[in-house]
């Protein structure tokens, strides 16, 4: 049975930093793609950074790029926010999808954690 359980999230100022975990169990990172996304209030969930984490392949969204960064320790996958901004406040979710095939889409995963609440005041 796959879990993935994120932790990290919470409350932060304006250009602050937070790092979320993914830690998961009953997949191999190595084995698929790893997918951050994050939902606002009032807004459709969008993807936020996708990883290949065998290969070291990845893409951020342009919201977030420069901001964020991924990394890992062996089962878990972090993101790390630098230079948060309001309009990164929302629940992040990791996801997970078997397979060596680049995915960015939310419904190509199958697998997803609870999420995280990341807000960021002004």
């Known amino acids: 049975q796959v879990q993935l359980v994120e932790s990290g999230g919470g409350l932060v100022q304006v250009g602050g930093s937070l790092r979320l975990s993914c830690a998961a169990s009953?997949?191999?990172?190595?084995?698929?793609?790893i997918g951050w996304f994050r939902q606002a209030p009032g807004k459709e969930r969008e993807e936020v950074a996708c990883?290949?984490?065998?290969?070291?392949t990845q893409s951020y969204a342009d919201a977030v790029k420069g901001r964020f960064t991924w990394s890992r320790d062996k089962n878990t996958v972090y993101l790390q926010m630098n230079n948060l901004k309001s309009e990164d406040t929302a629940i992040y979710y990791c996801?997970?999808?078997?397979?060596?095939?680049?995915?960015?889409?939310?419904?190509?995963?199958?697998?997803w954690g609870q999420g995280t609440q990341v807000t960021v005041s002004s």
């Open positions: 996801a997970a999808v078997r397979g060596q095939q680049f995915m960015c889409l939310s419904a190509q995963y199958p697998y």
């Open positions: 990883i290949l984490p065998k290969f070291g």
């Open positions: 009953g997949f191999t990172l190595d084995d698929g793609t």
